[in-house]
C-alpha cells in the first residue's frame, strides 16, 4: 500500500497540530472544576459543530463510504430518527438540565428521584462509553495502520496521548474549540472528496449516468418501506427506532449533554441541538453519495481484486495459485462488467435498455461471485472475518486523490477520531469526580475540597479513563469477536437509561423504588433479547425504555403510596 | 432566549415559543425523505 508524500505530512501534521495548539492556547486558564466541566457559556456554532464532531468518529469516514460502496445508500435512514429527537431534547431535556445546572444528566436523575437511581445510571454509562471510547481508538487505528505501514501500537499510542493531553490540560472548552476546527476540517475534507470522485468519473459519464447506473446495480435505495424487525435499515427501523436510540445518545449519554450543557442559555443549547437535526441527515447523505460514486468510479476503472492488500497479501503467501486464478477470474469480471455498463449507458430506447439492464445484472453477479470468493479464501485463511468494505475508501484516497489532498483526507480521519475520543473522556472523567467522587464525599460527610483539588481530581479521573481506553485498544486486537459485542453494548444500555429519563420527565407519578425496579428488569429483559433473539438492534432501544416505564408503573400501582422526598442539594 | 423559570415538578411547555423551528426541522426531514424517494424512483 502506499505511503504518504512529504506535502501529505506537512498538511496532516500541521492541520493536526494547528487545531491542538490553537484549542489548548484558547482553554488556557482552567483554574477549577467548574470551567473544567462546563467549558463556559459557548455559543451555539460551536455547540452544533461539536454535537457533530463527538458523533462522527473516524468510522463515519471509513466505513460509511464503504457501506455506500457495497450497500448503497439505505443507511441513511439510520439517522431519520434524529431530528425528530433534536426536538424533543431541546423542548424538554434542555430546559430541565439548565434550570437545575447540572454538571451530569445523572444528576438530574437525584434530582427526580434519589441517590441510587442517579449512580444506577451513572454505572451504566462508564461501562458503556469506556468501552466504547477504546473501540473509537482502535477501530481507526487498525485501518490506519495496515493502509498507511504505521505500526499499530504507536498509532493507538499516538492517538490516545495526543487527546488525553489537550483534554486534561482545557477540559471542556478545549475539547469543544478543537472540535469545531475538526468539524470545519472533516466538512471540508467531505467537499473536496466528492468533488474529487465526480471528477474522476470517466468521460462521457455525467453525474446523472452515474446515479442512473448506480441505480441499476442496486446502489440508490435512500428509502425502503418494507415493515421487516430483521432488518437494520428501513424507514420505520430509522424513524422509531433511530428516534429512541438517538434520543437515548443525545439526550442521557454525558459526551454529549456535556457538549449542549456547556451553552451559556437554553436558547444557544437548543439553536446548537437544532442545527445538527438539520445538517445530520445531508451530511450522511452526502458520505453515502461520495461511496456510491466511488464504486461507480470502480465500475470503469479496476479495482483490486481485494481492497484489504494486507490480508490479501499474507494469503498470496500460503495460496499463490488460487489467489492468482481468483485475480484472472476477477479481471475478467471486471471488463464484463465494464462493458456492461457503457451498454447500459448507450442505450436510450426502452427495449435495448431492458436488455442493457438485464446484461449488466448478469455481469455484475458474476463480479460479485468472484469477490464473495475470495473474501471466503482470505477469511477461511486467515481464520476470521474481513471486511473488505472498510479498505474501500481509504484505498480509493491513497491511489486516486492527488498529492496534498491525501493528507487532508487522512487528517479529516485522524481529526474524527480525536474529536470523539475527547468527548468520551471528558465525559467519563466528569461523571466519575461529579457523580462519585463528590457525591461519596458528600454522602460520607467530607468537608468540601478547594478548587483545584476538584480540578486535580477530574484531570486524574480523565487520565486514568484514558489509560484504560488506550490499554482496551491495545488489547482489543486480541479479542476480535469482543469487538462486535461492544459495538452493541451501546445499545443494549441506552433503552434502559433512556427509559429512567422518559419516567422522570413524563410519567411524574413514579418514584424512585419502582423506577429502580422497572431498569433492572428491563436491562436483564434487553440482555436476554441479545443473546436470544436475532432482533436488529435498534429495536433494543424500544423495547428496554418501553420496559422501564411498563414495569415501574405496574410497581408503582402495588406501592403505597408516599410523600415526596425533597430533591437532593446540588453537588 | 432565557426560559422562565418554573418548578421542578412541572414539566417544560413541549412548544413554547420554539414551535416554528421545530416545524422547520420536522419539515426539512419530511422533504428529505420525499426527495430521497423521488430519487430512488428515478434512478431505478
Known amino acids: 500500500m502506499t505511503g504518504l508524500a512529504g506535502p501529505d505530512w506537512v498538511v496532516l501534521i500541521g492541520m493536526i497540530a494547528a487545531i491542538v495548539l490553537y484549542g489548548a492556547w484558547r482553554s488556557r486558564g482552567v483554574r477549577n472544576v467548574d470551567s473544567y466541566v462546563r467549558g463556559d457559556a459557548l455559543r451555539w456554532p460551536t455547540i452544533g459543530l461539536g454535537i457533530m464532531a463527538t458523533q462522527a468518529s473516524a468510522i463515519t469516514f471509513i466505513s460509511t463510504p464503504g457501506q455506500g460502496f457495497s450497500d448503497g445508500m439505505r443507511f441513511v435512514q439510520f439517522y431519520f430518527g434524529l431530528p425528530l429527537a433534536m426536538i424533543v431534547i431541546s423542548a424538554v431535556f434542555v430546559p430541565a438540565y439548565h434550570r437545575l445546572k447540572v454538571r451530569t444528566a445523572y444528576e438530574y436523575l437525584e434530582h427526580r428521584f434519589d441517590v441510587r437511581v442517579r449512580l444506577f445510571g451513572g454505572v451504566l454509562f462508564l461501562i458503556g462509553r469506556g468501552l466504547a471510547t477504546g473501540i473509537t481508538i482502535y477501530a481507526p487505528s487498525i485501518i490506519l495502520s495496515q493502509i498507511l505501514g504505521w505500526p499499530l501500537q504507536a498509532t493507538i499510542w499516538a492517538i490516545g496521548i495526543v487527546v488525553v493531553i489537550y483534554t486534561v490540560l482545557g477540559g471542556t472548552r478545549a475539547v469543544s474549540i478543537t472540535q469545531k476546527q475538526q468539524m470545519i476540517v472533516m466538512l471540508a475534507g467531505l467537499g473536496v472528496a466528492a468533488i474529487v470522485v465526480i471528477l474522476k468519473l470517466p468521460d462521457g459519464v455525467s453525474v446523472g449516468g452515474a446515479v442512473r447506473l448506480a441505480g441499476a446495480l442496486g446502489r440508490v435505495n435512500p428509502i425502503s418501506f418494507d415493515l421487516n424487525f430483521k432488518d437494520r435499515y428501513n424507514l420505520w427501523s430509522g424513524l422509531i427506532g433511530g428516534f429512541f436510540l438517538q434520543l437515548s445518545y443525545f439526550g442521557t449519554d454525558q459526551s454529549q449533554v456535556q457538549r449542549y450543557l456547556s451553552g451559556s442559555s437554553v436558547g444557544e443549547s437548543r439553536l446548537g441541538l437544532l442545527f445538527n437535526g438539520i445538517f445530520k441527515v445531508p451530511m450522511q447523505f452526502l458520505i453515502l453519495f461520495i461511496g456510491v460514486m466511488v464504486f461507480v468510479f470502480y465500475v470503469f476503472s479496476r479495482p483490486p481484486a481485494y481492497f484489504d492488500r494486507p490480508a490479501m497479501d499474507q494469503v498470496a503467501g500460503q495460496h499463490g495459485a488460487e489467489i492468482a486464478a481468483l485475480t484472472a477470474r476477477h479481471d475478467q469480471a471486471f471488463v464484463e462488467r465494464r462493458d456492461a455498463a457503457l451498454g447500459f449507458l448507450a442505450a436510450h430506447d426502452p427495449k435495448a435498455e431492458a436488455d442493457a439492464r438485464a446484461n449488466l445484472a448478469v455481469a455484475a453477479t458474476r463480479y460479485d461471485d468472484v469477490h464473495r470468493d475470495t473474501k471466503k479464501l482470505i477469511d477461511t485463511t486467515l481464520a476470521t472475518k474481513t471486511n473488505d468494505n472498510d479498505y474501500v475508501f481509504l484505498s480509493f484516497v491513497l491511489e486516486h486523490l492527488p498529492i496534498g489532498l491525501v493528507g487532508l483526507l487522512i487528517a479529516v480521519i485522524l481529526c474524527a477520531a480525536m474529536s470523539a475520543v475527547a468527548s468520551g473522556l471528558i465525559s467519563l472523567g466528569v461523571t466519575t469526580t461529579v457523580d462519585f467522587y463528590l457525591r461519596a464525599r458528600q454522602a460520607f460527610g467530607r468537608p468540601q475540597a478547594s478548587a483545584m483539588h476538584d480540578l486535580r481530581v477530574s484531570q486524574a479521573a480523565t487520565i486514568a479513563w484514558g489509560v484504560f481506553a488506550i490499554g482496551f485498544a491495545s488489547a482489543a486486537s486480541l479479542f476480535a469477536n469482543l469487538i462486535e459485542a461492544v459495538n452493541i453494548l451501546g445499545s443494549i444500555f441506552y433503552g434502559t437509561i433512556l427509559g429512567l429519563f422518559v419516567v422522570a420527565f413524563f410519567v411524574r407519578r413514579v418514584t424512585s423504588t419502582p423506577v429502580l425496579a422497572g431498569a433492572i428488569v428491563a436491562q436483564a429483559l434487553v440482555i436476554v433479547l441479545f443473546i436470544a433473539s436475532s432482533l436488529s438492534f435498534l429495536w433494543y432501544n424500544v423495547i428496554g425504555c418501553a420496559a422501564v416505564v411498563v414495569v415501574s408503573l405496574v410497581v408503582q400501582a402495588f406501592k403505597k403510596p408516599a410523600p415526596r422526598i425533597p430533591p437532593a442539594t446540588v453537588l | ?44
Not at chain 2, 4 to 32: Q, T
Open chain 2, 1 to 44: 432566549m432565557s426560559e422562565p423559570e418554573s418548578a421542578l415538578d412541572e414539566p417544560p411547555p413541549f412548544w413554547g415559543r420554539w414551535r416554528r423551528i421545530y416545524w422547520v426541522v420536522a419539515g426539512l426531514l419530511a422533504a428529505e425523505i420525499l426527495v430521497f424517494l423521488l430519487l430512488r424512483e428515478w434512478a431505478a
